[in-house]
């Protein structure tokens, strides 16, 4: 951090009302500098500025202000200039005022502007008002929580949260900060409550935290957690000796959880996995058009003759149940005519006159099921009518959910028929929104994977509803797929047999360091295939966040004519790969959407700077600090590669990604690849990951519920 004293700001070059984002030339001591801050700052007026250099990418250096000091030297002419940004007053009034006052004039304007009547007309007198009262507020909030840790521009949310509230909400409960401000989770609300002599015992505290806890868990998989396990999570973040009793106590005086035996839920949570249940049991009992099953193997026998090939057993039975239930399941691993099936599904219902809608959960996902099939495919988001006044937002490992969509169960999907891909990506939460908005009378069938890596949300949605509902599982590989080693290793992996490279579609490279990855990706991206790295974890040399970095330095290198934009330890630029990290509604955009940065400029009209993505769905423009929701993406972690599919896949799988390397990692990370497989590696590393089934078990109770509700039906198995 440097200071720079005594600046005296000589043009102020782009101001937002709204942020108080500002850009001024400012003149210290015999230099011109360009100051980026975080608040209203006025021609004329001096500064005391905390910060550190920065160099744009486009206008060169500047100084990047975290904490501005007004200077109390003020002259006449300083005042007349401040006086003058305020709305109404120019040179005129400006001189008026000052000629009476002299430098007192802005501690009049300050504390008593009523004072200037008879210089000024009453609606100035309001404007000053207004530009003062702000001010006062927030610099009376920067001084408090300043202090504490808290940047000026995360004061300045607060402030924009509740203006003037702001110290009694501080004062009663600042945890309320975690529920009602982005980008503050219970981690720094606690800082700042602990900070403000919040005790550290109290009601609030441990209130906020098992809430805390809870959505640490939602983050991680699981809908609820056992008591024990709640309380003892409570008792390590808090770190006091709280009696069990106290923390239960707590929990049941917050709204916000549900108890249900020795099971401690998020109230949403709970509520949504319980209608699940209850949405997919109702439909199995009604059926969507039990006799169009008659009709369904008249409709395959054509398919047959006009397509010279022939259904399985399997498949036919998997479209026969698409009619007879309300809600079923397709699975399969590749090669095994899922496609095939989806396909006879929707012919049939097309003879039969019946609206098939298709989804995935994923743009890429649903652009790739459109291709195969010929019918449109949607988003499940753009399904649902997605309504931007909803949020998500996930933050130190907390999940916070708020979801508003247009479709629901008093304004239902207008499709009798909806079939969705890539189901195993589904959560509880969007399974809710998803079933609750399947119209009576209508049914929906779930394609997936089984053998996949779970959602990244809460819940294990696809294992359970397989344990209830009428599943067939696709296991026959086609006559086109035998020859693929994709399919074959698949396969083999799944059965926990080491795979079989035979150096053509499926190759192995012994590891030897990370820029032998980038070599490797540089070289297949030359055949024209679209290449992606699929890297178990984030850190180590190869994780995604180093891979990332030498990849671009190497395919897409700075370059003097090439537009980039930085935003604190990122770097992009026109023609970057780029990955989506977190659900932004209004844009479309999800976690894990993937697109090609296409242009980086700075708007002249408000002084932003823009960078346009193409994602395979449409175009995205990010402003200014939105690109921090987006992160390079020439490698990615497997997790996030869900629902997609690519030329050739590259795998790094070595003996540091340890605690990763499990049976169903390996087996999503090869089924991304549709031509080719590169693993670069360990041969211990693959026993590993071949060996290890992933015996974490999420805590969800949609199973436990679906098996209550539909006992009394007929008894339903998996078609294995």
């Not at 802005?106 to 008879?118: I, K, N, S, T």
Request: aromatic share 8%.
């Amino acid at each position: 951090m440097q200071v720079l004293n005594g600046c005296r700001v000589e043009k102020v070059i782009y101001s937002n009302p709204d942020t108080q984002y500002t850009v001024a030339r400012v003149k210290h001591g015999q230099d011109d500098v360009v100051v980026v801050l975080f608040e209203r700052c006025y021609e004329g007026e001096k500064l005391d500025v905390v910060g550190s250099w920065v160099e744009h990418p486009k206008y060169g250096k500047q100084f990047k202000a975290s904490h501005v000091e007004r200077s109390r030297e003020l002259t006449e002419a300083d005042v007349m200039k401040l006086l003058q940004g305020i709305k109404g007053i120019g040179p005129a009034r400006a001189e008026a005022i000052v000629s009476r006052y002299g430098v007192r004039a802005l501690e009049v304007a300050q504390q008593d502007p009523e004072q200037f009547r008879g210089l000024v007309p009453e609606s100035v007198i309001e404007n000053i008002r207004e530009e003062f009262r702000a001010d006062s507020v927030l610099n009376a909030l920067k001084s408090k929580l300043v202090p504490l840790g808290i940047t000026p521009n995360m004061v300045r949310k607060i402030y924009r949260r509740y203006g003037e509230r702001a110290f009694e909400v501080l004062e009663k409960n600042p945890y309320k900060l975690a529920e009602d401000v982005k980008g503050i989770g219970y981690k720094k609300a606690d800082e700042i409550a602990l900070k403000l002599g919040m005790d550290p015992k109290s009601e609030e505290r441990v209130t906020a935290c098992v809430r805390y806890v809870l959505s640490k868990a939602a983050a991680q998989g699981h809908v609820y957690l056992p008591k024990k396990e709640l309380v003892a999570k409570v008792l390590e973040e808090t770190k006091q000796a709280i009696a069990t009793p106290r923390i239960l106590e707590c929990m049941r005086n917050n709204r916000e959880t549900e108890e249900e035996a020795d099971r401690v839920y998020l109230k949403y949570l709970y509520h949504y996995e319980t209608a699940v249940a209850r949405k997919l049991a109702k439909l199995n009992e009604a059926g969507i058009a039990a006799e169009i099953k008659a009709h369904a193997g008249a409709v395959m026998d054509g398919m047959e003759r006009e397509q010279g090939m022939k259904y399985t057993s399997k498949q036919r039975m998997a479209v026969e149940r698409a009619f007879q239930y309300g809600a079923s399941i397709i699975t399969g691993g590749p090669g095994t005519g899922k496609t095939t099936v989806i396909k006879a599904i929707i012919e049939v219902a097309k003879a039969n006159r019946l609206v098939v809608e298709l989804a995935a959960p994923t743009g890429r996902a649903a652009k790739r099921m459109e291709e195969v099939t010929g019918h449109p495919a949607k988003t499940i988001h753009r399904l649902l009518e997605y309504q931007p006044d909803g949020t998500e937002d996930e933050l130190e490992g907390e999940l916070r959910m708020d979801l508003r969509f247009g479709r629901d169960e008093t304004n239902p999907i207008d499709a009798d028929l909806i079939i969705v891909d890539e189901a195993s990506m589904i959560d509880t939460v969007l399974m809710y929104h998803l079933v609750m908005a399947v119209k009576e009378g209508s049914g929906i069938v779930f394609v997936g994977d089984g053998d996949q890596l779970p959602s990244i949300g809460p819940g294990d949605v696809l294992t359970d509803m397989m344990e209830y509902l009428p599943t067939t599982k696709l296991d026959v590989i086609f006559r086109q797929a035998e020859l693929s080693g994709i399919v074959l290793n698949a396969g083999r992996i799944n059965r926990g047999q080491y795979p079989y490279f035979n150096g053509k579609d499926f190759c192995f490279y012994e590891y030897e360091s990370p820029e032998q990855i980038v070599n490797l990706y540089e070289a297949e991206v030359k055949t024209g295939a679209e290449v992606q790295v699929l890297t178990p974890v984030k850190r180590t040399e190869a994780g995604t966040a180093n891979l990332n970095r030498l990849i671009q330095e190497r395919v897409n290198p700075a370059d003097p004519g090439k537009p980039q934009v930085v935003f604190r330890d990122k770097v992009f630029r026109v023609g970057d790969r780029v990955m989506q990290q977190t659900n932004d509604y209004g844009k479309e955009c999800f976690n894990g959407d993937v697109g090609i940065v296409k242009d980086i400029y700075k708007d002249t009209q408000d002084g932003c700077i823009r960078m346009v993505v193409e994602y395979p769905h449409k175009e995205v423009t990010y402003i200014d600090d939105e690109v921090g929701m987006l992160e390079l993406a020439y490698a990615i972690t497997v997790h996030k590669s869900q629902g997609s599919q690519y030329d050739t896949v590259i795998v790094p799988l070595i003996t540091s990604h340890y605690i990763m390397l499990k049976r169903n990692l390996l087996y999503t990370a090869i089924t991304r690849a549709v031509n080719k497989v590169i693993i670069v590696g360990q041969k211990k590393a693959i026993w590993i990951a071949v060996n290890t089934i992933d015996a974490e078990k999420r805590y969800t109770t949609l199973a436990e519920r679906l098996k209550g509700l539909m006992s009394g039906q007929l008894q339903l198995t998996v078609v294995r």
